[in-house]
């Protein structure tokens, strides 16, 4: 009969890769999840060495993925940018993925507009109307100039 030998907890990068194997996460994300383990600093730091050495962390690659991601869900540079930031996602990095994004940023903001103009098809005064989809498109992440633009093409 065998016996009931205590199963040894896995290592910080050994449980990295767990994580890691599910979906992509920034940095931040795993470090966040290794210290809630339980894992010593030194630990960490090396498994996310290891993890960014064997590319299973990326945090330039995840930054596009991610702005280009909210970016077809109807989201505007200025909400990519804070959703990257608290990522704790590199300045650099950031920018390079808004570039990227903003060749597609005016589409999507057409496509916000045209959603709320749907939902406030039955909205009878303007000025709420035109208020309602200002605010919309500015909790949506667009810069005031795309809005203005957007606004200026539309017959209320």
């Given at each position: 009969m065998a016996e009931n030998s205590p199963k040894t907890p896995p290592t910080a990068l050994e449980y990295a890769m767990k994580i890691l194997s599910k979906r992509v996460y920034a940095e931040s994300e795993i470090q966040s999840k290794l210290q809630k383990k339980g894992y010593s600093a030194a630990e960490i730091k090396t498994a996310v060495e290891d993890c960014r050495r064997y590319a299973f962390l990326n945090d330039k690659r995840y930054a596009e993925d991610y702005?280009?991601?909210?970016?077809?869900?109807g989201c505007g540079s200025l909400l990519i940018r804070r959703k990257l930031q608290m990522l704790h996602i590199a300045e650099e990095y950031?920018?390079?993925?808004?570039?990227?994004a903003a060749e597609n940023e005016m589409?999507?903001?057409k496509n916000s507009l045209d959603f709320k103009l749907r939902m406030l098809k039955n909205e009878k005064d303007k000025f709420k109307k035109k208020q309602k989809i200002y605010a919309f498109l500015v909790s949506r992440g667009y810069s005031f100039d795309i809005i203005r633009e957007l606004l200026e093409g539309i017959e209320f």
């Open positions: 702005a280009n991601l909210l970016n077809q869900r950031i920018d390079n993925a808004l570039a990227q589409t999507a903001a």
